[in-house]
T-cell receptor, first 109, second 116 residues
């Protein structure tokens, strides 16, 4: 079966750095997405990785290792507004998005 | 670019009535639209995938006669919840893809349905 694992909840301090991990086992791979979802709102796109390595976009970076079936989202200089759920999703061989359950990130002052 | 709208944002209805939710891609042509539902504190659950002009493909466990999906044009898809019951109360989110080579999905703002 297809499976995406990410921690259920993480807590970090304002101004710090946090890394949210995601591991996957899917039938085929056509890329991995990270989305941010605030409570009561729809997800918003953060990043897309299809090749191994690190993609940096401002305070957010995303890393992919296809051989390990592993990705992480790195958030730097955390702000209170970063409190949200972060969803990892993999595009499988049928170009269907397989969603993780999401990681709820709590930022404390 | 790549804006998706949903209407209504929230709806309250009586048990047994039908509710229609619209999803529109405002500035691009969406070859594929997706309908999700999300219960509190849970992840997105894909209900169905629809391509313009063809019948929707429903996920296992989703009743196609209860959740009617129509994708009549490249910019509009509708989800009708027929004979709604309280257990259908949920957050319904649509997304659309079609502009990028890697099939990025652009999400609408969601519709919160409450069935009394």
């Amino acid at each position: 079966g297809q499976n995406i694992d990410q921690p259920t909840e993480m807590t970090a301090t304002e101004g710090a750095i946090v890394q949210i991990n995601c591991t996957y086992q899917t039938s085929g791979f056509n890329g991995l997405f990270w989305y941010q979802q605030h409570a009561g709102e729809a997800p918003t796109f953060l990043s897309y990785n299809v090749l191994d390595g690190l993609e940096e976009k401002g305070r957010f970076s995303s890393f992919l290792s296809r051989s390990k079936g592993y990705s992480y989202l790195l958030l730097k200089e955390l702000q209170m507004k970063d409190s949200a759920s972060y969803l990892c999703a993999v595009l499988d061989s049928n170009y269907q998005l397989i969603w993780g359950a999401g990681t709820k990130l709590i930022i404390k002052p | 670019g790549a804006v998706v709208s949903q209407h209504p944002s929230w709806v309250i209805c009586k048990s047994g009535t039908s509710v229609k939710i619209e999803c529109r891609s405002l500035d691009f042509q969406a070859t594929t639209m997706f309908w999700y539902r999300q219960f509190p504190k849970q992840s997105l659950m894909l209900m169905a995938t629809s391509n313009e002009g063809s019948k929707a493909t429903y996920e296992q466990g989703v009743e196609k006669d209860k959740f009617l999906i129509n994708h009549a044009s490249l910019t509009l898809s509708t989800l009708t919840v027929t004979s709604a019951h309280p257990e259908d109360s949920s957050f319904y989110i649509c997304s659309a893809s079609g502009t990028s080579s890697y099939n990025e999905q652009f999400f609408g703002p969601g519709t919160r349905l409450t069935v009394l």
